[in-house]
Each structure stands twice: as C-alpha cells, then as structure tokens.
Nanobody, 116 residues
C-alpha cells in the first residue's frame, strides 16, 4: 500500500521553527523527486520546495528562500522540511508529494499555524 504520511505540524509563534517529516511506504523514494506544497484557506496549492531523487538539486519558492530547507534520507524513505523564522503568512496545510516519470502520490497534509 502506497502511503505518504506527514508529521511535525502544529502551532508556533512568529519567528519560531518547525520540522516537518514525510514518511513514505509502499515505494522507494530514491527514484522520485520529492516536494512540499502548501495550501492556505481560499488559496491554491503552491510549491514550497522540491528535491531531486539523489538530493543534489533543490528548488524553493521565493517566499521561503533562506528560511526553509528541504532534505531527504533515502535509506529511511523520508523527506524533511526544516522551517525557520516562520511568519503568519506561512500558515497553511503542508503536503508531501512524490513524482517520477510514471507515478505521483500525495500525502494527507499536516497543519502549520503561525501566530503573530
């Protein structure tokens, strides 16, 4: 059974940090580009960060550059999103996404709320 399970979300004050984890099962993430997206109420889902299958290439939304870091541990079949200097506008549901040439999978999401 293919699953992506996010964890690590919660309520944090502005300026604080959170580390999100996305644990995959049922497939090896080593052959997948892994990404984090977020979706705020009333808005479209947007790409936050992505990392190539071997981890050698990363990309970030302009709004999170310098504050967020995506990483992966293929041996643990897990991808992470370290979020520092959080702002109220980072409040959203954060989703993990796996994709390669043939398949794509979404996680169920984890809520991140940043209070001012």
């Amino acid at each position: 059974q293919v699953q992506l399970v996010e964890s690590g979300g919660g309520l944090v004050q502005s300026g604080g940090s959170l580390r999100l984890s996305c644990a995959a099962s049922g497939f090896p993430i080593s052959s997948y580009t892994m990404s984090w997206y977020h979706q705020a109420p009333g808005k479209e889902r947007e790409l936050v960060a992505a990392i190539s299958s071997a981890g050698g290439s990363t990309t970030y939304a302009n709004s999170v550059k310098g504050r967020f870091t995506i990483s992966r541990d293929n041996a643990r079949n897990t991808v992470y999103l370290q979020m520092n200097s959080l702002k109220p506008e980072d409040t959203a549901v954060y989703y993990c996404f796996a994709a390669n040439w043939g398949n794509s999978y979404w996680g169920q999401g984890t809520q991140v709320t940043v209070s001012s």
